[in-house]
């Protein structure tokens, strides 16, 4: 069974973010859909590991915040890759509090929702919430950022916690050049693209990388690297 032929199924890519007891997080999402026009309501797949799992069992509400496609991995490394009960996610990312309490992102986005919570269905590592839509908006023309385009332009990973996960590794690219593979996120460099967003130019070989640079999905330090 080729589990990547899930990768075909389209998705969005979008921060969902919840607050209770003066408690903010937000986190990266993939399986969002709308499920009825009347009334508009949708549906969001979180982990319950989540801190914003926990949020929005406890406040009933939740915000999604629909990230463009020019959104920087940076964003995407915090929000998905790290945990809000680490650090303040929102402590330097541009948000204001929407209708529901629930932080929407104005960094990178074309347009938010806020949902009430009506109903839940246990999914096993996940929790489904079912959300009646109380405001909504667009914040931006820029085109939506699909999982496609985020794994295939970006070369994005998804972090354990999300439903797409799937722990076997990503086959390297057809490159000549050694290539490394982040252990913490699965990201691979491949020396014939570089990381130009990180000052890497293609062609710099693993080795010849500073030892500062870290993973640009997910920040892990360079040690955590293994060859391929």
């Known amino acids: 069974m080729d589990l990547t032929a899930l990768y075909k199924v389209s998705y969005g ?21 709308q499920i009825s026009a009347e009334p508009p309501t ?14 929005i069992a406890k406040s009933g509400k939740f915000a999604v915040s629909i990230l463009a496609e020019s959104t920087p991995m940076e964003l995407i490394q915090k929000f998905g890759f790290k945990s809000g009960r680490q650090i303040d996610k929102l402590a330097d990312t541009s948000y204001r509090l929407g209708q529901t309490g629930a932080p929407i992102i104005l960094e990178n986005t074309v347009g938010y929702l806020e949902a ?18 109380v405001d ?6 820029e085109n939506p950022m ?17 439903p797409t996960y799937q722990a076997t590794a990503p086959k390297p690219t057809t490159s000549q ?5 982040c252990s913490i996120c699965g990201y691979i460099y491949d020396p014939s693209q570089g990381d130009p967003a990180n000052n890497i130019p293609p062609g710099t070989l693993f080795a010849d990388i500073p030892d500062t640079w870290c993973c640009p999905l997910c920040g892990a330090p360079k040690e955590a690297f293994v060859a391929l």
């Open 42 to 55: 949708v549906a969001i797949s979180i982990n319950k590991q989540n801190l914003t799992h926990e949020l």
């Open 146 to 162: 699909t999982y496609a385009y985020y794994h295939q332009v970006k070369r994005g990973r998804a972090p354990k916690t999300a």
């Open 13 to 33: 890519l979008y921060i969902v973010s919840s607050a209770a007891a003066d408690k903010l997080n937000g986190q990266v999402a993939n399986a969002i859909m």
């Open 136 to 141: 909504c908006d667009h914040l931006g023309d």
């Open 116 to 133: 009430e919570l009506v109903n839940t269905l246990d999914g096993g590592t996940h929790t489904v919430f079912l959300g009646r839509i």
């Open 177 to 181: 050049l050694p290539q490394y593979q």
